[in-house]
């Protein structure tokens, strides 16, 4: 549902890609995160966070298995837990 209303123009979206080391080279990212039982741990920092303001939902992008870029969706009530 979030994707559907961010690419329908319904809700934006706040992007946390920059990292001080990396800059928005996303193959130098360090942030990672793991799945542990039904939550997810994000393990890292930002430099930047695109949008802040009008963002219903943050968008951040990490390294995965296997050291793949990922992307995970914050929803607002698990934002408002951090």
Known sequence: MVVS???NAK??????I?????GSDVAGLQTIAT???NEWV???TKKYVLY???GSNTLIMYLGG???VSLLIILPS???QM
């Open 11 to 16: 809700k934006f979206i706040c992007l946390a």
């Open 52 to 54: 802040p303001p009008c």
């Open 5 to 7: 209303d961010v690419l």
């Open 35 to 37: 799945k542990e039982g």
């Open 42 to 44: 994000i393990n890292g």
């Open 18 to 22: 920059t990292e001080a080391f990396a």
């Open 66 to 68: 296997s050291q793949m």
């Open 78 to 80: 698990v934002a408002e």
